[in-house]
């Protein structure tokens, strides 16, 4: 059995996927109909409350509770500050952006720069430095910049905020080129993305943030790295931002209740923790990442690290003409492709964000004005590669939803989208249900006879390795050795399928040899 990846979708109410190698299930995701996926959707909010104590404002962006965004979080443009000290602010935000990566030197940790280009400062725009509050004209750019059809917008952008009507606020001076550093998959279509005007929910001014809220996401206030478990992530692809140098500002001088800002989940909603939200925007494709208020340069993904490809690679995001204010990051699916696959790919991307903003002048906070690609759209952009033989989906819709994607993104592959037609599930045809059901067991077997332990707590998820019925090898050491080389393979699959992150400990057998 080759490498394939399964798409149960034969009932409406929940959709499944994994990436099978062998008969060995290496990914999974789901997608229900009652939970729908807010990270990488972007919404224009409303600040309903600044906390000076946490430095962290909370956000009416129309969840289910209100959204949590550090001070780290805020884009500069939306600062209330005289002419002056704003673009003093804006080029200490380019300074603290720039990034110094050695040109044929990849990165191999996270802490490690990823861009190749000099970083210019975000152009300023007018300031408006009257009032309280913000004037809904700073939402997008004063002017109208035309949308990009097939050649490339050499235009500046328009900052999302000089453009946008919001009538709940009056004479308010939000300024925003969106932006982003924090990564987030997109939906990627032909007639562009599938953006929701219905999910309207027109919230009270009152100031009802909890204290539980307060409580649960004082750990947040300090970080805003994503965690992330999984294959190909997009937000993995980019560059983390120093945030060494601290302000001079507070929160509280700088940012008003009832602002008007335009922000992108990072992370969902759990238990009594609001979502975590940014401004520094991104729009994620197959072959790039779209950061469109992060004037940095032609980026390339940390998990590049072939000297050759990242010259090439450098040199094809220095001939695309993005424009001025934006920032581009060529992810890694897109490292064996053309300069026109990627140029195609950075094209569409311009055209998604036209729409957004389009969307967001005509919309009212808190609105949802970019909704994330579904399960389907995000698997084959994110998982799908070379390897994998082949696509089956079960269930007819999903299926032309998964081929007409797929003619879209690389035509040359249409063909391994193909419909599941027997009668007995696809995933029990497959044994891939079994293996699911294992998720839920707390231990789990190797192949040698020994096996692990995972518990997760609200502090950490704890792994503990035993070598269980393990006798093959003839001393205590080679057995100890062989378990554990073993268990750190299946403890990584674990964590993917299992969606677990964070704080991870792993108490591995006891070896006595120093080489082992």
Known sequence: MGNKMLIDAAHPEETRVVVVRGNRVEEFDFESQSRKQLRGSIFLAKVIRVEPSLQAAFVDYGGNRHGFLAFAEIHPDYYRLPQAEMQEARASHARDTRYSEKPDRPEHSQDTPVDDGQIAPPPAEPENTDGASQSPETLAGSEAAPAVDDGLDNTPPRSIALDARVDEVKSETIEADASSEHAAETNASDDGPALSVEYKSHANDDEDAEDDDELSVKEDSEQG???????????????????????????????????????????????????????????????????????????????????????????????????????????????????????????????????????TLKSKAPTLVYEEGDLIKRSIRDLYNREIDEILVAGDDAYREAKDFMRMLMPSHAKNVQPYKDPEPIFTRHGVENQLNMMFNPRVTLKSGGYIVINQTEALVAVDVNSGKSTRE??????ALKTNVEAADEVARQLRLRDLAGLIVIDFIDMEERRN
């Open 225 to 359: 790295v994503v965690e992330s478990v999984g294959g190909e992530d997009a937000l993995e692809e980019l560059p983390q931002r120093d945030r060494s140098r601290r302000r001079s500002y507070k929160i509280q001088e700088v940012i008003k209740r009832n602002q008007i800002i335009l922000v992108q989940v990072v992370k969902e909603e759990r238990g009594t923790k609001g979502a975590a939200l940014t401004t520094f925007l991104s729009l994620a494709g197959r072959y790039t990442v779209l950061m469109p208020n992060t004037a940095s340069g032609g980026g390339i993904s940390r998990k590049i690290s072939i000297a050759t490809d990242r010259k090439r690679l450098r040199e094809i995001a220095t001939e695309l003409d993005v424009p001025q204010g934006m920032g581009l990051i060529i992810r890694t699916a897109g490292a064996a492709r053309t300069k026109a696959e990627i140029k195609r790919d950075f094209e569409y991307l311009l055209r998604l964000w036209e729409n957004v903003r389009d969307l």
């Open 474 to 479: 003839h001393s205590i050491e080679d057995t």
